[in-house]
């Protein structure tokens, strides 16, 4: 995931690659609050992870992002198992 957050940073965003390091706070990068909104939006449309504007703006660093992206992933891909066991018994 910090790839993934790290090519959306410097493409979408702009940001300097050299700039992103995992322990790099968001204001370092000159990231604001309004980052965070589009940061939400972009988030969900390119990679399908939905990921609250509170809990964004609380990551204190890029990892603290990836992390978000990482445990909103893995939770999505225990639901699409669930999800999948539970079609799979009804057919029984």
């Known amino acids: 995931m ?3 957050l790290v090519d959306i940073l410097t493409g ?7 700039l992103v390091t995992p322990e790099t706070t968001p204001p370092a ?3 604001d609050s309004l980052f965070v909104v589009e940061l ?3 988030l969900e ?3 399908g ?3 609250g504007f509170d809990e964004l703006a609380e990551a204190d660093s890029v990892a603290g992002i990836a992390r978000l ?3 909103e992933r893995d939770r999505r891909d225990r639901q699409d198992r669930r999800d999948q066991r539970d079609r ?3 057919s029984v």
């Open 88 to 90: 799979q018994d009804e």
């Open 40 to 42: 939400s939006f972009v």
């Open 49 to 51: 992870l939905k990921i």
């Open 29 to 31: 990068l000159g990231l």
């Open 2 to 4: 910090y790839e993934t």
């Open 12 to 18: 979408r965003f702009q940001v300097r690659p050299e």
């Open 69 to 71: 992206m990482q445990d």
């Open 45 to 47: 449309e390119e990679a």
